[in-house]
């Protein structure tokens, strides 16, 4: 397999069990706790319990109010992350962290500009209708009120609407280009320049260029110099494209050229999944290219990610009060075969959720946790970060999942939880970022407090009952009673 690789263990395997456990239990050792250290390196059951591990590694770094304590330890758990191998072509394996300073073949840039009219309203599909304006704004209170999102995320909306035609001009640099929840399509409508990155496939490329060509943006495509001639854009969809798994370096390169080139504000966005283990590897290499990009400067880029909302994080003392509320008035289903929630108090006020699913495994756990331990040493460097916690959407990397699919229809069952189409997600979210690209960076308590503001958070923060604890009532529910909205 070429490309990017999980590294032998010392049995000579390529085990992704290992390399969490090596990557967790080095976060412990930087923690100073031996304790925790020892348990995850002797847990035989990784798979299913990995979540009793991942809870108290993430409780003790929020805990941590010394910020080069803090940083020391996020920057140890992303280095053993990151420390895999990179084979090419015929060249043996060797360190991903070389290749990626190797001098390698430079892709072309393609531009496809676009002859359309700027658009400047921001509008949410949501329940059949389209929302704008004061209709927006009364929805965003709504959701607020009911508890799918934190108040600071429905005003972050509300403003960020307004302000969609301040996305002219600046350049976003896109990894995971074709993202259902991404932000690539409305940015280019809105006249911004897209610098798009993804895996070869003419038709969604066919599709994209020629939504450009009717925009007011322009798109950017990396094309391998061995292409040939490209004369129509039926060529270039054809030959548009990248693998971030095999052609790294070369991405690498590309994106920093595009930064270097843009004469605005630049963003580097990270809209990445993958099933499995390639997710862990995808983020590898995307974090190279963002630490790249830091070259360009705090005054000329920013970040952008989307956090996932199936993480043990930090929540609000008024989510634990909400929890309570919502018991008091919650069905019979639910206090029959639910458990309650119990969430710590931490020394800031705010409270600790625990809220990975063992459902969706190990290597999603860590690829989203390094993204969030790299939003928040971006954070402590001074850039600014974009990176909230977005809804549970039924896009197709989710619903392809028959298991998933069910569950996603039940889950209204359970107030205040709801999940979104990917159109809904989408524009919600693109609102949230330009808030963030527009407003001062906040003092937070924690800097890992920047994946929780203005989070849009499905309900899963006030619901409260462990949701685990609910799935077979879920999947029941979904089945036979399909329910999208309260």
């Not at 090596?22 to 304790?35: H, I, P, R, Y």
């Not at 709504?142 to 002219?168: F, H, P, R, V």
């Not at 993204?371 to 989710?398: D, K, N, Y």
């Not at 524009?427 to 890992?448: C, F, N, R, V």
Request: charged share 20%; aromatic share 6%; glycine share 8%.
């Amino acid at each position: 397999m070429a490309g990017i690789q999980f590294p032998a263990n010392e049995k000579g395997d390529r085990s992704t069990t290992s390399f969490n456990k090596e990557v967790f239990s080095a976060m412990a050792n930087s923690l100073g706790a031996k304790d925790l250290e020892d348990k995850i390196k002797s847990e035989k059951d990784w798979r299913h319990k990995y979540s009793v591990h991942l809870d108290q590694v993430v409780e003790r770094t929020l805990k941590l109010q010394d910020a080069s304590a803090l940083s020391a330890v996020l920057t140890k758990g992303l280095e053993k992350a990151r420390s895999m191998d990179f084979e090419s072509g015929s060249v043996a394996p060797g360190a991903l962290s070389q290749a990626m300073t190797a001098s390698a073949a430079k892709f072309t840039t393609s531009k496809v500009a676009g002859s359309g009219s700027v658009v400047t309203d921001l509008v949410v599909p949501y329940n059949g209708h389209q929302l704008k304006g004061s209709e927006l704004e009364g929805q965003c209170d709504q959701w607020s009120s009911y508890g799918t999102m934190e108040a600071d995320c429905a005003t972050a909306i509300k403003n960020g609407a307004k302000k969609l035609g301040e996305m002219k001009g600046r350049t976003f640099l896109v990894l995971g280009a074709g993202s259902e929840l991404g932000p690539v399509r409305p940015l280019l409508e809105a006249g911004a320049t897209v610098a798009a990155v993804a895996t070869r496939r003419p038709k969604r490329w066919a599709e994209l260029i020629a939504l450009a060509r009717k925009s007011a943006g322009t798109l950017l495509l990396p094309v391998s110099p061995q292409s040939g001639e490209v004369k129509n854009d039926e060529d270039l969809a054809a030959v548009a494209g990248a693998d971030l798994l095999t052609e790294t370096p070369q991405i690498l390169e590309w994106l920093l050229r595009c930064g270097r080139e843009a004469t605005g504000k630049v963003t580097m966005g990270t809209y990445l999944y993958a099933d499995g283990e390639a997710n862990v590897r995808l983020t590898a290499a995307s974090d190279f290219i963002v630490e790249a990009l830091k070259s360009l400067g705090k005054d000329k880029v920013s970040f952008a990610y989307l956090s996932s909302c199936s993480t043990s994080t930090a929540i609000p003392a008024e989510a634990i009060q909400a929890q309570e509320a919502n018991f008091n008035t919650a069905g019979r289903w639910a206090t029959m075969f639910g458990e309650r929630q119990n969430c710590k108090k931490l020394d800031d006020g705010t409270f600790f959720l625990s809220g990975f699913e063992v459902l969706q495994g190990p290597n999603y756990a860590l690829a989203q946790m390094m993204r969030q331990w790299r939003a928040a040493l971006l954070h402590m460097e001074g850039f600014t970060v974009s990176a909230p916690m977005a809804p549970i959407c039924r896009t197709e990397s989710v619903v392809h999942n028959a298991t998933m699919a069910v569950l996603l229809e039940g889950i209204a069952h359970f107030p205040p939880q709801e999940s979104y189409d990917a159109e809904t997600g989408r524009m919600a979210m693109l609102a949230i970022l330009i808030s963030d690209l527009t407003e001062p960076s906040p003092k937070l308590a924690s800097p890992l407090h920047v994946v929780t503001r203005k989070a849009f958070h499905s309900g899963i923060w006030r619901t409260p009952f462990v949701m685990a604890s609910l799935g077979k009532t879920t999947w029941f529910l979904g089945k036979v009673a399909p329910k999208r909205a309260a």
